[in-house]
């Protein structure tokens, strides 16, 4: 079933390469794939369902791919040269209502890049979990900022420009964080 | 013409207390301010024209308004607030295609309190307009971030609380930034 969810779905990214998403309706898809509108219909409830499916799928991927590593510029690079291999489903969802797909997939994979340093930076330290939690929360939302307006402005910078600028600016601030936390003790968080 | 392009958004703000946006029709508009469609016609090209406006407007009021500021705390807080006061317009158009208008907004207006604080620390170093303005867009763009997460969250946290937050994570980073352009020559910038 999966399978067939992946037929549809690639067929939606390779009709993306010649039109935009809202111009694609389900008789399209059905028709590419050789079955019926009810045949879609049997999987989807329409196509944004469909692209909903596709970032699911996608975050999930990325999750498990995830192996240890070293710095999080690495991870925010692979995030960047992912959006641009897929740039095109990527643009279309951005710009329609659907845009939340795009930053909950891009939250979730550069937060587990980001929770990961942070919770290496904290070793000897006394802060809660919370707290890198809220730490790696906030560079996430903070670097995905930068990462809209790259795709805004069609992900013409290179990535590993993107990455580089960010460190100039945040470089030590994970720990900076971390280490007021422990010194301070701020009833609001 | 621009008092009646008030008129009729003042209505809308008005129906907006009881109705979600995507439900107010030009009708329904052009029959509560006893005019017709044709009338509304004249001034905008549909509802989201309308909202359009109303957040260049405010836009204006609100760079016009900003005068000198000590800390940029005093104009997020201030933001917020507005935020919290036009609540209804804000949802309404964040969970719409024209989310845009909401962002434009809130970035404008921040960046403004920023870059002021920005070129105020600036004195005395050698760094150029540029710079400062990169280091301005970076933290408005990802202060904003979190103040996009609060809109989601249906702004329920005090605005103080919001700030205090905020400005525990980045204290001090706008001079760091600014010493770090100084020593360093970056060539990606």
């Known amino acids: 079933m999966s399978n067939m969810k992946q037929i549809f779905t690639n067929t939606l990214l390779e009709m993306l390469k010649s ?59 692979h995030l960047m040269e992912w959006a ?44 809660t979990d919370e707290q890198c939690a809220y730490i790696a929360n906030f560079y996430t939302l903070a670097i995905n900022a930068i990462t809209l307006e790259w795709i805004r402005k069609n992900m013409h910078e290179p990535p590993v420009e993107v990455a580089e600028k960010v460190n100039f600016m945040i470089e030590g601030d994970f720990k900076k964080a971390l280490l007021k936390f422990q010194q301070i003790n701020l009833s609001i968080f």
């Open 84 to 127: 641009k291999k897929n740039q095109n489903i990527i643009m279309n969802t951005y710009q329609s209502v659907q845009r939340e797909y795009v930053e909950v997939f891009m939250n979730r994979v550069l937060y587990q890049y980001i929770i990961q340093v942070v919770e290496h930076e904290s070793k000897g330290l006394t802060v």
């Open 19 to 77: 039109k935009e998403l809202n111009e694609i309706t389900v008789t399209d898809i059905a028709q590419k794939c050789g079955v019926s509108r009810q045949a879609f219909y049997y999987y989807f409830d329409d196509i944004y369902d469909m692209v909903e499916w596709f970032f699911m799928e996608e975050t999930d991927k990325a999750l498990m791919a995830y192996t240890d590593i070293d710095t999080w510029q690495m991870g925010y690079i």
